[in-house]
Nanobody
Framework: VQLQASGGGLVQAGGSLRLSCAAS????????VGWFRQAPGKEREFVAT????????YYQDSVKGRFTISRDNAKNTVHLQMNSLKPEDTAEYYC?????????????????WGQGTQVTVSS
């Protein structure tokens, strides 16, 4: 599966952005999808993940209640709705896919990665 992330941009603190991860292939529903992010000078970190059928989601503690991951398997797309953005959310955001039932928090679990999309939150 090939992944294409989009939707990043510049937003003021408190604002919202919606990231999208578009996937190729006919069996998208077989893949759990995760979002990760990497800020300058920091390691890439887990943000959120969603199971193949969308029934299970998990979030990093710092984004719970602000970010929502969802998917539309008919459109081969996963979204990350980000509300109440903070300057510390500034990072390059990546989507990744895995054939594991639930992706989990570990990067090594994910076999397929898209290019990143930059999110910048100004204070």
């Amino acid at each position: 599966v090939q992944l294409q992330a989009s939707g990043g941009g510049l937003v003021q603190a408190g604002g919202s952005l919606r990231l999208s991860c578009a996937a190729s292939g006919r069996t998208f529903s077989m893949y759990a999808v995760g979002w990760f992010r990497q800020a300058p000078g920091k390691e890439r970190e887990f943000v959120a993940t969603i199971s193949g059928n969308g029934g299970r989601t998990y979030y990093q503690d710092s984004v719970k209640g602000r970010f929502t991951i969802s998917r539309d398997n008919a459109k081969n797309t996963v979204h990350l709705q980000m509300n109440s953005l903070k300057p510390e959310d500034t990072a390059e955001y990546y989507c990744a896919a895995t054939t594991s039932v639930v992706g989990g928090r570990r990067e090594i679990t994910y076999e397929h990665w898209g290019q990143g999309t930059q999110v910048t939150v100004s204070s």
